[in-house]
C-alpha cells in the first residue's frame, strides 16, 4: 500500500518562509508563513481513503491534526491496539533545564514540547505517545522539580509544584534526569528529586546522564554515576576501575559506546549492547577526547556482588546526595539524539501486557491551541532576556483555514512596559520576525500543514 499523500508530499516540499512588518492601531503586527504538505485546518469528519482509516504508518510519527475538534475526537478514540497489546507509562523527573523535553521530543520522533535554555518552560504535565508494533510508551513530560520556596519567591505557578508529583502516581517507571554538564548540581540530584522518589519508592526508576558532549572531562561520568547513585546499582555495590589505555592504532569508537549500565539479566540476553550484565564501558572518540585519554586511563564501572538495599533518604534528610535505588543508568546527549534510540529500546522491553490508552496515530495529548501557545512562549523564552518572557501575555485571536488551506493563526502578545514593547519588537521589528517564523516553523512540522502565523505586540492597559 502506498504512503499516504501527505507523508510523500511533506517529504518533497521545499520550506519556505516569509515575513511583513506593518504597524497597526499603534501595535506592531508580524506575519510569518512556514510552508509543508498540503493539509487543510478544516476539521475532517467526513474524510475517506487510507489515511483516515489507517493512519500513517507507526514506525513514522504521525502529525497533530491542527483542527481543535478533530484532535478532541482523535483523544477519545477507541484505541487500534493489536491483539496482545503492551504499555508502558514513563515519568521524566528533574531538576528544571535538566533537558526533560528535549529528551521527550527525541522519543517521539517529532517535536510536541517547547524547549529553551530558560528554567520552566514546561509549566504543566503533557502526555506524548510512542506507538511502534504492538507496544505503547506513554511519555509524561513534567515541570522540573521546584521547592514551594521558590515558586512562591518566583510568582511560578501551582502546576509547577502538583504536576510532576501527579506524574510520578501514574507511572509504571521514572527516568531521573541529570544535566552533567552543570558543575554546581551534577554531583548530587535535588532535593526535590530524592524527596519525590523515596515517596514513591516502589516504583521502578532508572538514572539518565544527560548533555555528555557538553563534558570535556569524560572520565568524571562513572564517578558522577557513582556519587549519583551512592554506589549502588540494581542491587549491586558499583566501583569505577581503571583501563588500560587503548593503542593509538586502535579502532575509532563512538563517544558515547556501551552507555549503558548495569543491564537486568532478562534484559541483557535481549540488548544489543556487548557489555555483560552488571558492567558498562565508556568509549571515548580518538579526535574529540583526547585530552581525556592522555590521562593513560579508560574506566569502567562493575558490580562487585549483592548488597542488603540502603533504606530510603528520610524527607529533610540533606545528608543524602544519591539514590541507591536504581535499576539502570544510561548515558546520552538528548539534544542531538546520541543514544536516545537505546534508551527508547530498552523503555519498550520493559512494557507490560496491557490496553492502549490511545489511538495510534496520537502523537501528544495536548490541543492544537496548547502546542501553539507553548512553542511562541519558547521562542521568547530563548530570545527575551531574563524576566521578560515571563511577564508576556499570549491572547488567541483567530485559528482559521486561509484560501489556499493552510492554517492561518493570528495572536496578540500583551507586554506590561514599553521597553518591554521594544525588546519584543526589535530594531526594525527583528526580533518578532525571528520569533514568528521560527515558531511558524515548528508548527508546520508538528501538525505537517502549511502555516502562517501573525504576531501581534500591544501593551496592557
Given at each position: 500500500?502506498?504512503?499516504?499523500?501527505a507523508v510523500?508530499?511533506?517529504?518533497?516540499?521545499?520550506?519556505?518562509l516569509?515575513?511583513r512588518?506593518a504597524?497597526?492601531?499603534?501595535?506592531w503586527l508580524?506575519?510569518?508563513r512556514?510552508?509543508?504538505?498540503?493539509?487543510?485546518?478544516r476539521?475532517?469528519a467526513?474524510?475517506?481513503g487510507?489515511?483516515?482509516?489507517?493512519?500513517?504508518?507507526?514506525?513514522?510519527p504521525?502529525?497533530v491534526?491542527?483542527c481543535?475538534?478533530e484532535?478532541?475526537r482523535?483523544?477519545?478514540?477507541?484505541?487500534?491496539?493489536?491483539d496482545n497489546p503492551?504499555?508502558l507509562?514513563?515519568?521524566?523527573?528533574?531538576?528544571?533545564n535538566?533537558?526533560k523535553?528535549?529528551l521527550s521530543?527525541?522519543l517521539?520522533?517529532?517535536?510536541?514540547?517547547p524547549?529553551?535554555?530558560?528554567?520552566?518552560?514546561?509549566?504543566c504535565?503533557?502526555?506524548?505517545v510512542v506507538?511502534h508494533e504492538?507496544?505503547?510508551?506513554?511519555?509524561?513530560?513534567t515541570p522540573?522539580?521546584?521547592?514551594?520556596?521558590k515558586a512562591?519567591?518566583?510568582?511560578?505557578?501551582?502546576?509547577?509544584i502538583i504536576d510532576?508529583?501527579?506524574?510520578?502516581?501514574?507511572?509504571?517507571?521514572?527516568?531521573?534526569?541529570?544535566?552533567?554538564?552543570d558543575?554546581w548540581?551534577?554531583?548530587?540530584?535535588?532535593p526535590?528529586v530524592l524527596k519525590?522518589?523515596?515517596?514513591?519508592?516502589?516504583i521502578?526508576?532508572i538514572l539518565?546522564?544527560?548533555?555528555v558532549?557538553?563534558?570535556k572531562k569524560?572520565?568524571?561520568l562513572l564517578?558522577?554515576v557513582?556519587?549519583?547513585?551512592?554506589?549502588?546499582?540494581n542491587?549491586?555495590?558499583?566501583?569505577v576501575k581503571?583501563?588500560?589505555?587503548?593503542?593509538?592504532?586502535?579502532?575509532?569508537?563512538t563517544?558515547?559506546?556501551?552507555?549503558?549500565?548495569?543491564?537486568p539479566?532478562?534484559?541483557?540476553?535481549?540488548s544489543?549492547?556487548?557489555?555483560k550484565?552488571?558492567?558498562?564501558?565508556l568509549?571515548?572518540?580518538?579526535d574529540a577526547?583526547s585530552?581525556?585519554?592522555?590521562?593513560?586511563l579508560?574506566?569502567?564501572?562493575?558490580?562487585?556482588g549483592?548488597?542488603p538495599?540502603?533504606?530510603?533518604?528520610?524527607?529533610?534528610?540533606?545528608?543524602?546526595k544519591g539514590?541507591?535505588?536504581f535499576?539502570?543508568?544510561?548515558m546520552?546527549?538528548a539534544l542531538?539524539?546520541d543514544?536516545v534510540?537505546?534508551l527508547?529500546?530498552h523503555?519498550?522491553?520493559?512494557?507490560?501486557?496491557?490496553?492502549?490508552?490511545?489511538?495510534s496515530r496520537v502523537?501528544?495529548?495536548?490541543?492544537?491551541?496548547?502546542?501553539?501557545?507553548?512553542?511562541?512562549?519558547e521562542k521568547?523564552?530563548?530570545?527575551?532576556?531574563k524576566e521578560?518572557?515571563?511577564?508576556?501575555?499570549q491572547k488567541m485571536?483567530?485559528?482559521s483555514e486561509g484560501?489556499?488551506?493552510?492554517?492561518?493563526?493570528l495572536?496578540t502578545l500583551?507586554?506590561?512596559?514599553?521597553t518591554?514593547?521594544?525588546m519584543l519588537?526589535?530594531?526594525?521589528?527583528?526580533?518578532i520576525?525571528?520569533?514568528?517564523?521560527?515558531?511558524?516553523?515548528?508548527?508546520?512540522?508538528?501538525?505537517?500543514?502549511?502555516?502562517?502565523?501573525?504576531?501581534?505586540?500591544k501593551?496592557?492597559?
Amino acid at each position: 500500500m502506498a504512503a499516504p499523500s501527505a507523508v510523500v508530499l511533506r517529504a518533497g516540499a521545499g520550506r519556505a518562509l516569509r515575513g511583513r512588518l506593518a504597524g497597526l492601531s499603534g501595535s506592531w503586527l508580524l506575519e510569518g508563513r512556514a510552508r509543508g504538505a498540503a493539509c487543510p485546518a478544516r476539521c475532517a469528519a467526513g474524510r475517506s481513503g487510507p489515511h483516515a482509516i489507517l493512519g500513517p504508518p507507526r514506525e513514522r510519527p504521525p502529525p497533530v491534526p491542527a483542527c481543535g475538534a478533530e484532535q478532541g475526537r482523535l483523544l477519545v478514540q477507541q484505541p487500534d491496539q493489536p491483539d496482545n497489546p503492551k504499555v508502558l507509562r514513563v515519568a521524566i523527573v528533574g531538576a528544571p533545564n535538566a533537558g526533560k523535553s528535549t529528551l521527550s521530543n527525541q522519543l517521539l520522533g517529532r517535536k510536541a514540547f517547547p524547549v529553551s535554555k530558560k528554567v520552566h518552560t514546561t509549566r504543566c504535565s503533557a502526555h506524548g505517545v510512542v506507538t511502534h508494533e504492538d507496544t505503547q510508551l506513554i511519555i509524561l513530560d513534567t515541570p522540573g522539580l521546584t521547592s514551594p520556596q521558590k515558586a512562591k519567591r518566583h510568582n511560578l505557578e501551582k502546576s509547577l509544584i502538583i504536576d510532576p508529583w501527579d506524574s510520578m502516581k501514574h507511572a509504571d517507571l521514572v527516568v531521573v534526569l541529570v544535566d552533567v554538564s552543570d558543575h554546581w548540581t551534577r554531583n548530587q540530584l535535588s532535593p526535590q528529586v530524592l524527596k519525590c522518589l523515596s515517596r514513591f519508592l516502589q516504583i521502578p526508576s532508572i538514572l539518565v546522564l544527560n548533555k555528555v558532549d557538553l563534558l570535556k572531562k569524560k572520565h568524571l561520568l562513572l564517578d558522577l554515576v557513582v556519587q549519583l547513585t551512592e554506589g549502588v546499582v540494581n542491587g549491586k555495590k558499583v566501583a569505577v576501575k581503571p583501563l588500560l589505555k587503548p593503542h593509538s592504532h586502535s579502532t575509532k569508537s563512538t563517544p558515547l559506546q556501551g552507555a549503558q549500565a548495569p543491564l537486568p539479566e532478562n534484559a541483557a540476553k535481549e540488548s544489543s549492547c556487548p557489555q555483560k550484565a552488571g558492567q558498562a564501558q565508556l568509549g571515548y572518540d580518538s579526535d574529540a577526547d583526547s585530552a581525556v585519554r592522555s590521562s593513560g586511563l579508560l574506566h569502567t564501572l562493575e558490580g562487585t556482588g549483592e548488597v542488603p538495599m540502603p533504606s530510603p533518604p528520610v524527607p529533610g534528610d540533606l545528608k543524602k546526595k544519591g539514590w541507591p535505588h536504581f535499576r539502570e543508568i544510561f548515558m546520552l546527549a538528548a539534544l542531538h539524539a546520541d543514544e536516545v534510540e537505546t534508551l527508547k529500546r530498552h523503555l519498550l522491553l520493559q512494557a507490560k501486557p496491557g490496553p492502549w490508552e490511545f489511538h495510534s496515530r496520537v502523537l501528544t495529548s495536548q490541543s492544537p491551541q496548547e502546542i501553539c501557545d507553548n512553542i511562541i512562549r519558547e521562542k521568547l523564552l530563548e530570545y527575551l532576556p531574563k524576566e521578560v518572557p515571563y511577564s508576556v501575555l499570549q491572547k488567541m485571536e483567530s485559528w482559521s483555514e486561509g484560501p489556499a488551506g493552510e492554517l492561518v493563526i493570528l495572536q496578540t502578545l500583551l507586554v506590561q512596559k514599553l521597553t518591554h514593547k521594544n525588546m519584543l519588537i526589535g530594531m526594525d521589528g527583528n526580533m518578532i520576525s525571528r520569533i514568528a517564523k521560527e515558531a511558524g516553523n515548528d508548527l508546520s512540522d508538528i501538525f505537517l500543514c502549511d502555516v502562517y502565523l501573525k504576531l501581534r505586540v500591544k501593551l496592557m492597559n
